[in-house]
């Protein structure tokens, strides 16, 4: 929702989180669709306002002086608190509206979110859903903070201020091409069968890859690492490709592997556990009735993903 438009958020304090978020006053008029000189003078006159300044202009980036750090965090808490009020006044009129933001890691956005939406937005086409792909650990962190109502994560522990509402058990394996050697190992491959294998990793900002490293150096694996990204569609692409054997979960690689251009092979290795994909909440009474909602088709979702394996 646009507090902005509504008049619950001022044009100074707009222009400001703006300019904070993108790091440049530039960049900020961009996004507005102003000038740079109009974004620095609404700016100016919050601070003189404030008599404090926002931001240490003396260097060759801009960056948030002492005083600007905690506007904008006491900032973003009440835009929290805002956008669930507004979230809540529509809930009294019994409007089924709102807007729920949901951070999720790429895998869960890529292959579970777009069949949940599809069917979410079919019985609640006025639920505005904003979806930030992150990492396993900062989803945790952003709903503790405040900042999302809902989390898709792996392997996470939940805070005290966070509820775990489903969690699901997903096998990890090879993502290969058909025909690949690795798809006629039985029961399933171990680590010791990826030696010589040109192996994509995920990186250290995914907790797959460091798990993975881990237990492949304690099995004294040789193998070639290819490379190293982030980027789980990335990484399915190149499989797909013969570029290289890929360890993750079936998570994200549906399309490919019902497609027939992938093939999922388990690994049969006692070093690596199943990978717990997680969905996490704030407490029920702080969800709106859209954010609760969306659990309950998301809960669903994961919950069927754990009885499928």
Request: charged letters at 20%; a positive charge; hydrophobic letters at 45%.
């Amino acid at each position: 929702m646009d507090l902005h438009r509504l008049g619950l958020v001022s044009t100074r304090v707009q222009h400001f989180q703006l300019t904070a978020r993108l790091g440049s006053i530039r960049a900020a008029a961009r996004a507005l669709n102003m000038t740079p000189s109009s974004v620095s003078r609404s700016i100016r006159a919050l601070e003189d306002d404030l008599r404090a300044p926002l931001f240490d202009r003396g260097g060759q980036q801009l960056r948030l002086s002492s005083a600007g750090e905690m506007l904008l965090y006491h900032l973003g808490q009440s835009t929290v608190e805002l956008g669930r009020a507004v979230t809540g006044i529509a809930d009294l009129r019994g409007l089924r509206r709102g807007t729920v933001t949901l951070v999720s890691i790429e895998s869960a956005a890529r292959g579970l979110l777009p069949r949940v939406l599809a069917q979410f937005w079919a019985r609640n086409p006025e639920i505005a859903v904003d979806v930030r792909v992150t990492s396993s650990a900062d989803a945790g962190a952003m709903v503790a903070s405040g900042d999302a109502d809902l989390a898709l994560s792996f392997d996470q522990q939940p805070s005290r201020n966070l509820r775990r509402i489903a969690m699901a058990g997903l096998a990890l394996g090879v993502l290969v091409p058909p025909g690949s050697r690795l798809t006629t190992i039985t029961p399933g491959p171990t680590l010791s069968d990826l030696s010589g294998e040109r192996v994509i990793l995920s990186d250290s900002s995914l907790t797959l890859g460091r798990s993975v490293e881990a237990a492949m150096g304690d099995a004294f694996v040789d193998f070639a690492r290819r490379g190293r990204t982030n980027s789980i569609a990335l990484m399915i692409e190149l499989a797909e490709r013969g570029l290289g054997t890929v360890m993750q979960t079936r998570l994200g690689a549906e399309r490919e592997i019902a497609a027939g251009s992938l093939v999922f092979v388990p690994l049969h290795e006692r070093r690596i556990g199943l990978r717990r994909l997680m969905l996490m909440a704030r407490p029920k009474a702080e969800l709106s009735e859209a954010a609760t909602a969306l659990s309950a088709a998301l809960g669903q979702a994961v919950d069927t993903l754990a009885s499928d394996g």
